[in-house]
């Protein structure tokens, strides 16, 4: 289970995007995707899914991550505490 962060920056466009993947473990046996996404700087919107196995879960964040990697993004490092901070200059 790797927390995957992705960046996509093009500064000529004023473009700052992060997007964040986790895989963890609910409370009741399952299993969680934990995607986060925004402008870099700002706070994010989260949106959780749940799933029966973490094959299934895994599974989708690895579409997730392809999709956004065809979109531009790229591996990027971020905080423990999964947000972004703004690049500097």
Known sequence: ???VHL???D???????FYRLDV???????W?????????????????TSFGTISEAEAV??????????RGYNNSEGSAQGS????SC
């Open 32 to 48: 969680s995707l934990v995607r986060e996404w925004g402008r870099i700087g700002r706070p994010g919107t989260v949106r959780i």
């Open 1 to 3: 289970m790797t927390v």
């Open 61 to 70: 964040r690895i579409q997730l991550w392809h999709a956004k990697k065809r």
């Open 11 to 17: 500064l000529a466009q004023n473009l700052e995007r």
């Open 24 to 30: 963890q473990p609910d409370l009741f046996g399952g």
């Open 84 to 87: 972004f901070l703004r690049p």
């Open 7 to 9: 960046t996509r920056i």
